[in-house]
Nanobody
Framework: QVQLVESGGGLVQAGGSLRLSCAAS????????MDWYRQAPGKQRELVAL???????NYADSVKGRFTISRDNAKNTVYLQMDSLKPEDTAVYYC????????WGQGTQVTVSS
């Protein structure tokens, strides 16, 4: 049974930082393609960042230079370091794994106040 459990969300002022964690079980994150998505109220879910099995990363233009995706293979956990946060980063953030099918975590709320 695959489980993805996000944590680390919260309320932060603009310009601040948060680090989200996605602890995985039932899959090996280093052998998977792992994503962070977010969904703001009234908007579609959007891809924020991804990391492949060979550690290639990619980011949405809106977060490039501010967010960093990484993983700790020993902890089977994926992270999203978010710096220089803006109010428009406010959303529920979801972790996902793509193989053998798409799996989702329950999400963690990030609220950035101006």
């Amino acid at each position: 049974q695959v489980q993805l459990v996000e944590s680390g969300g919260g309320l932060v002022q603009a310009g601040g930082s948060l680090r989200l964690s996605c602890a995985a079980s039932g899959i090996i994150v280093s052998r998977n393609l792992m994503d962070w998505y977010r969904q703001a109220p009234g908007k579609q879910r959007e891809l924020v960042a991804l990391i492949t099995s060979d550690s290639t990363t990619n980011y949405a233009d809106s977060v490039k230079g501010r967010f960093t995706i990484s993983r700790d293979n020993a902890k089977n956990t994926v992270y999203l370091q978010m710096d220089s946060l803006k109010p428009e980063d406010t959303a529920v953030y979801y972790c996902s794994a793509r193989f053998p099918k798409v799996y989702w975590g329950q999400g963690t709320q990030v609220t950035v106040s101006s």
